[in-house]
């Protein structure tokens, strides 16, 4: 079974693509392994994403807040998938990626926006998290292995077609 690394891409780097990297990582059972970053990262981790990670059984050393320079230089893990969770990043110039990785968009509300209690906040984040999921089992029931990269690309970004 080939492993295929994933770039989640968001402008903070603290909530949505937190959770899409704990939960590729943790869902794929070795299939993925799941990498975020972004833009102008804010340097920290929000609590409620922090919080859903570990309860996922994601490693708390992982969790941080970084820039999507650390994936564009030569030394970072080569990307198979690069996919934007926010509208934001969507629209930005992004660095030169090793490799070509297949590229999709895949926008979510911005849990981390939300005002309220923290039941409240939380409720938003669980229904970030059940969207990436629905989206990352989609993709794990196809046969990347095999996919070319053309249909490769026409999939990932119509995933909730399939």
């Known amino acids: 079974m080939k492993t295929f690394n994933v770039l989640f891409l968001c402008t903070g780097n603290s909530a949505r693509s937190i959770l899409a990297e704990a939960l590729a990582t943790t869902l794929s059972h070795g299939r993925l392994i799941g990498y975020s970053a972004g833009s102008h990262p804010n340097g920290k981790v929000n609590p409620i994403a922090e919080e859903l990670a570990l309860e996922m059984g994601y490693p708390k050393e992982k969790l941080r807040s970084k820039s999507w320079d650390e994936f564009a230089n030569p030394n970072a893990p ?5 996919i934007t969770v926010c509208d934001n990043a969507k629209g930005e110039v992004c660095p030169v990626w090793i490799g070509h990785p297949t590229q999709a968009h895949w926008g979510f509300p911005d849990p981390a926006a939300v005002e309220g ?7 938003v984040f669980v229904e970030v998290l059940d969207g990436l999921h629905h989206k990352l089992d989609k993709l794990l029931s196809l046969p990347l292995e095999d996919m070319e990269p053309s249909a490769l690309q026409n999939a990932l970004k119509n995933l909730d077609a399939l």
């Open 117 to 123: 209690t923290y039941e409240e906040k939380k409720k």
């Open 78 to 82: 080569q990307m198979d998938f690069i």
